[in-house]
């Protein structure tokens, strides 16, 4: 099997182009401009505060347009680590990910699917044409990992949904019911 391979084909595809994008905390500047980028390219309503964290926002399927708003979250900074004789740059190196047996891994250093799979997942549903859908913002934020920086910089008015689901746990098929999952 390749990484072309895993399902749902939609995730992992934008995942693997987050994975040539480096993010570590507080140096997320390339993930900003290309989340600012990935949405502004597809008509859809992006924004970035003053902190650096992105809101995309994408309007209902037809019929849906009564439905409440659900605000996704992710965030897209990664926790940098690698072994110690690895040389690799994770300012400017992209991460490598390969297949062993059930897992999806990297060569010698963090994946990055903390939490760059929550913004493939947001990215996947605002790409799709084939997923019913009432309004949606997704949100990334910055520097999770290294304070919360990020949520702690936002303003109250950034976000307008009334839902929120964050996208940042580790159990599959699960939902935690809680402000920090
Ligand atoms: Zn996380």
Redesign the pocket.
């Known amino acids: 099997m390749n990484t072309k391979e895993l399902k749902p084909a939609a995730v992992f595809e934008q995942f693997s182009k987050i994975n040539e994008i480096p993010r570590p905390s507080k140096h997320e500047e390339k993930m900003i401009e290309y989340l600012g980028n990935w949405g502004k390219s597809r008509g859809l309503d992006t924004q970035i505060d003053e902190t650096g964290n992105v809101i995309i926002r994408k309007p209902s399927t037809p019929g849906m347009e009564d439905r409440k708003t659900v605000i996704l979250q992710s965030?897209m900074d990664m926790v940098c680590d690698k072994l110690v004789d690895l040389e690799f740059d994770f300012d400017n190196d992209p991460i490598r990910t390969y297949i062993d047996g059930d897992w999806l891994t990297a060569e010698g250093t963090t994946l990055g699917a903390?939490?760059g799979i929550?913004c493939a997942i947001e990215l996947a549903l605002l790409d799709s044409n084939d997923i019913e859908h009432g309004p949606i913002e997704c949100v990334f934020t910055r520097d999770?990992?290294t304070g919360l920086t990020g949520a702690e910089g936002m303003k109250a008015d950034f976000m307008t949904g009334d839902y929120l689901i964050n996208l940042?746990s580790e159990d599959e098929g699960e939902i935690l019911a809680s402000c920090a999952g």
């Open positions: 965030h903390d939490d929550g999770e990992e940042d």
